[in-house]
């Protein structure tokens, strides 16, 4: 049961195969005799998980069902969930369990999904490579000395090991994207503001944006009709209308022109990475796709561009963070000043206090125009060279990252190689654009991702692409050796 998608399982519960209470058992078994090499969850709720699965099976029964009820989920670490621990993988909010549910995490509840628990992920969603935990790295699952992306990491082994047949994360630089890529699975950044941002812990609130990870397309579609839609109570909720996102899978791509950004093909990407890629698309190709080359001439200002835009709004968001109420609180504190200063010393990590020196020095009086002000002016660029793309071609494609995954530690001295991780996946933030992962075969062993990108609000495109190029393909089949173990 541990290997069968969204859909698979889905079905499989409404022909009474097995119960979501057989299905949640198996897979929770699995974590505990296989996530101690992993490292993929923070917290594991079992006896909720159950009993929520026993009331979806009674559901089941009845006829009283929604669309994923009695489905095995997890949750990144950075959803709110009532009652229980959301810790952002940090020492600052190890002690904090939120009094009400994140959106994202009603919507679930509320389609009827099982969660299994919390997923471990970089320091406030600070990373590329889900090391800068209070929690310990996440290892990938096909080589557990190297990282899994980040930092939706701990999602994305989740899913690649068979621990949970889908996930959440939140993408505020690729954050969905590059895990996904680099464990082989299908993940989807949607547009910004198609999916709710309340009760998900603020990194950069004009980049950030949850979306669902999965083995297939077919499986963020079914997902993502799960999360997407207006919010209310969030004032960067779209008020755009949601389709069926599985309504158009089956559409051919016929006509369909897609667009090769130059810059994507460049000196930086490996070069086996870029045979994959180059294949992947001689497949779209055969499915009745043109490819058409394009250029994203301001893509090499995509890095300074977010490390000043990112840490900036950081440098806001985590002001909350001070011990005052609620949250990690240093001991004994002698004043107020030594309340603020010890509190965040002990609560943050390296890299979360990097990003936060850097983000309140751009802000800084006299430095504010020279820096954050030239990096939106920098940021319209970018994303009108998207609209100039797009008035040529429907999708855009290239690489996720510059290559497969690399050594635990490898970079973790030298934040600037780190961040060039990010160099084909920060624009899509920038812009709000809707972007995914799809896999598109193997280096070495580690899989890479294919990058789709489309037009603001159009994920349905993007989803009728990955699934017809999933029809043709297997990459998204395939496991890693070191999930074959434990429970089936």
């Not at 609560?347 to 009086?365: C, H, N, P, Q, W």
């Not at 002000?373 to 071609?393: G, H, M, N, S, W």
Request: net charge negative; hydrophobic share 35%.
């Amino acid at each position: 049961m541990h290997t069968l998608t969204v859909a698979q399982l889905m079905q499989g519960l409404r022909d009474k195969q097995f119960s979501s209470t057989e299905v949640t058992q198996c897979l929770l078994q699995r974590i505990g005799e296989l996530d101690a090499q992993y490292n993929s969850f923070i917290t594991v709720d079992a006896d909720r998980a159950l009993a929520q699965a026993r009331a979806a099976d009674q559901r089941l029964e009845q006829g009283q069902t929604t669309p994923l009820t009695g489905i095995p989920v997890a949750h990144k670490d950075i959803f709110c969930t009532e009652g229980v621990r959301t810790s952002c993988g940090s020492r600052m909010l190890d002690n904090f369990a939120p009094p009400y549910d994140a959106t994202v995490i009603k919507q679930f509840h509320d389609a009827g999904a099982v969660v299994l628990g919390k997923t471990n992920m970089d320091e406030f969603a600070m990373g590329s490579s889900n090391e800068s935990s209070f929690y310990g790295a996440v290892r990938n699952p096909w080589d557990t000395g190297r990282v899994p992306g980040g930092s939706s990491g701990g999602s994305a082994a989740a899913v690649a090991a068979c621990l949970a047949p889908a996930a959440t994360g939140t993408d505020t630089g690729g954050s969905i994207r590059q895990p996904a890529a680099l464990c082989g699975i299908t993940g989807l950044k949607p547009t910004y503001g198609r999916v709710s941002r309340l009760g998900m812990i603020a990194f950069a609130s004009s980049l950030d944006q949850g979306g669902p990870m999965a083995r297939s397309a077919e499986d963020c579609a079914l997902l993502l009709n799960a999360m997407a839609g207006h919010d209310p109570l969030d004032s960067t909720s779209a008020e755009a209308p949601v389709p069926n996102y599985t309504e158009h899978l089956g559409d051919s791509l016929e006509g369909l022109r897609v667009g090769l950004p130059r810059e994507y093909f460049s000196e930086g990407l490996d070069a086996a990475t870029g045979e994959c890629i180059q294949t992947a698309l001689k497949e779209l190709e055969a499915r009745g796709a043109t490819l058409v080359d394009v250029s994203l001439p301001h893509t090499q200002l995509t890095v300074p561009t977010y490390y000043i835009i990112a840490p900036a709004e950081a440098s806001t968001n985590l002001s909350r963070f001070d011990g005052v109420r609620y949250g990690h609180r240093c001991d004994d504190p002698k004043d107020l000043h030594d309340l603020y200063t010890r509190t965040r010393e002990e609560g943050f990590g390296d890299e979360v206090k990097r990003r936060i020196l850097v983000g309140t020095y751009a802000l800084s009086a006299g430095y504010y125009d020279a820096y954050y002000k030239k990096a939106q002016q920098v940021r319209r660029l970018i994303k009108q060279d998207f609209t100039q793309c797009f008035d040529e071609v429907d999708i855009l494609a290239g690489p996720t990252t510059p290559g497969p995954a690399f050594g635990l530690g490898e970079k973790s001295d030298d934040p600037v190689s780190m961040y060039l991780e990010d160099i084909y996946t920060l624009a899509v933030n920038l812009a709000g654009l809707p972007a995914m992962s799809v896999p598109a075969g193997f280096v070495g062993g580690l899989p890479v991702g294919l990058q789709l990108i489309g037009r603001h609000f159009d994920e349905s495109r993007l989803l009728n692409v990955a699934h017809q190029y999933q029809q043709h393909t297997d990459w998204h089949l395939q496991r890693p050796d070191s999930a074959a173990g434990g429970s089936n």
